[in-house]
């Protein structure tokens, strides 16, 4: 009981540590590279009375608007770079979930270290806690899943459906993940028809049951709009990332063949199935995907190393120091690959050195924020309708608010669109937006 005791603790020191130091990293990031949901996520929360109630109830991705609403920071330059630690934090944890099945816990560390410091995973680490929730959660519930086909054992079946139930509302990919789980799912079962039907239930009735609640509101509050809206950089572009995936075929194909099969035939058949099932359904997304999809096709590299990351830890394999040598090369092409071909890397790369990219990314939101900062601090600024970006790189020294007919704020945010009246001055002017002063009651 000691030695569980004392096992948790440094668990959970190492974890604490581990968080603060994500916690740092995204706090010195965050003013120089962020996602565009970084914006919508944080001004939903701090600028709650902008939003309606149907805005703040249905905000996407919901895993981590919710953490967004219960973390104990009421501030933009904090409140993300927390989020960001959490994701982290929960990622790192969920690799650390299967090595305490690996048959080889030495070379599993080698994997690991490897797979946390690729480009894909550090760019989930620093910068997507959605992405990173996600991914954290496939880990644990494909190695349920596998366990659980392995063994029989019942409560790793019932971890899985939780688990999976939870990825679509931590990042929208999660719901093609689910999709082909559902497809493959039977493939996988061999068991007779009574208990397929019982794997089935178990598997999708979390989802179901949270799916079908989110729809309901979805339908009731919204009438429309994208139930698990479509990821995107900031820049589009469009990138194929070949040579990352030709060395991920490799990976896959050297992890397929290098299962040692000399003690548990049955094991050893249910596993090869498995992960040709999983890098099979990866390969075909990837081919099909859209170069126009560049944010996707991370998600899926990210998903490809923890396939073979699972697979190298999980299985009892031959040529071990083979993968640790492919996961490597990975690991180096990755941090070659990515940033030479998507601009959008590129910049999060030179970000994460300390170079200040934001007016790269969003030169418009960029140009509005810094008037916003160095003219109008502590002032009140109203805003039809929202302007996340704005919103959060204005930061906490604009005061934004719904404007009042009776008593309408002296300054005005206003859409290109918008035709100035006889009373209103314009301050700035840009593409999409235009910054008014009402000369008729504040002369």
């Given at each position: 009981m000691g030695s569980l005791k004392s096992s948790f603790c440094i668990k959970t020191i190492f974890l604490l540590i581990s968080g603060g130091l994500l916690f740092f990293v995204a706090l010195d990031?965050?003013?120089?590279?962020f996602l565009p949901e970084a914006g919508s996520i944080t001004s939903m929360v701090l600028h709650g009375d902008l939003a309606s109630p149907a805005d703040r109830m249905l905000a996407k991705p919901l895993l981590p608007a919710l953490l967004a609403w219960v973390a104990p920071f009421g501030s933009f330059r904090l409140l993300w770079p927390f989020l960001c630690?959490?994701?982290?934090?929960?990622?790192?944890?969920?690799?650390?979930?299967?090595?305490?099945?690996?048959?080889h816990p030495g070379f599993s560390l080698i994997y690991l270290l490897f797979t946390l410091l690729s480009a894909p995973f550090l760019f989930l680490l620093t910068t997507d806690p959605g992405g990173a929730l996600g991914v954290g959660l496939l880990c644990i519930a494909a190695t349920d899943m596998l366990t659980h086909l392995r063994t029989g054992q019942t409560y790793h079946l019932f971890s899985a459906g939780v688990t999976l139930g939870l990825i679509p509302f931590a990042a929208s990919w999660g719901l093609y993940v689910l999709i082909l789980v559902f497809l493959v799912n039977r493939l996988l079962v061999e068991v007779e028809e009574h208990g397929f039907l019982a794997e089935y239930i178990v598997l999708f009735t979390p989802f179901l049951l949270l799916g079908g609640g989110w729809?309901?509101?979805?339908?009731?509050?919204?009438?429309?709009?994208?139930?698990?809206?479509?990821?995107?950089f900031p820049l589009g572009e469009e990138v194929s990332f070949f040579l990352s995936g030709m060395l991920l075929l490799l990976g896959a194909l050297v992890l397929l063949f290098s299962i040692s099969c000399s003690e548990n035939q049955k094991g050893c058949a249910i596993s090869f199935r498995f992960f040709f099932l999983a890098f099979l359904g990866l390969g075909i997304t990837w081919l099909f995907l859209p170069w126009g999809e560049p944010r996707l096709r991370l998600i899926l590299l990210s998903l490809g190393m923890l396939l073979l990351f699972l697979g190298?830890?999980?299985?009892?394999?031959?040529?071990?120091?083979?993968?640790?040598?492919?996961?490597?090369?990975?690991?180096?092409?990755?941090?070659?690959?990515?940033?030479?071909?998507?601009?959008n890397l590129a910049l999060w790369k030179r970000a994460l050195g300390g170079e200040e990219v934001i007016s790269q990314l969003y030169p418009e939101e960029e140009q509005i924020s810094s008037l916003l900062r160095q003219e109008f601090e502590g002032l009140s600024v109203g805003l039809e309708g929202r302007a996340p970006l704005v919103e959060f790189l204005a930061g906490d020294t604009v005061r934004f608010v719904t404007p009042e007919k009776d008593f309408p704020p002296e300054f005005m945010l206003q859409p290109f669109f918008y035709l100035p009246g006889e009373g209103e001055r314009v301050l700035?002017?840009?593409p999409h937006w235009m910054l008014l002063r009402n000369i008729s009651l504040f002369p």
């Open positions: 990031l965050g003013g120089r590279f630690a959490l994701g982290g934090t929960f990622l790192g944890a969920s690799l650390l979930y299967p090595l305490k099945l690996s048959p729809w309901f509101l979805h339908w009731v509050y919204r009438k429309g709009g994208d139930l698990f809206p479509s990821l995107s190298s830890v999980l299985l009892p394999l031959r040529p071990r120091l083979l993968l640790a040598l492919l996961l490597g090369l990975l690991w180096g092409v990755t941090w070659w690959e990515l940033p030479e071909t998507s601009r700035f002017r840009s």
